[in-house]
C-alpha cells in the first residue's frame, strides 16, 4: 500500500512508542514550561532517545528544532 509521507506520520501517531508520540511527549513538555529553560539533553532522556536521534525526529515532525519551537511558544505568549 503506498502512502505520502504526511499519511506515513499520521499512521505512527496511533502505534504505541512511535517516535511521533515520543516528540508528542516532548512538544507537552515544552508547552507546559515554556517560560523555563530545558535542555536538550533532558527532552532526549525524557522521551529515551539520544540528543543526535531527537533532534532529527523532533525537526522532521513539527519542521523546526526544538529551541526555535520553544522560541515560537515563548513570543506567541508575549
Known sequence: MWRSPMGTRVAQIG???SSVQRIAK???????????????EELANLVNMSVTSFHRQF???????PLQYQKTLRLQEA
Do not use: E, N, P, Y
Open 15 to 17: 502505534k504505541s512508542d
Open 59 to 65: 525537526k522532521a515532525v513539527t519542521g523546526m528544532s
Open 26 to 40: 516532548a512538544v507537552s513538555r515544552l508547552r507546559m514550561d515554556f517560560d523555563q529553560a530545558v535542555s536538550i
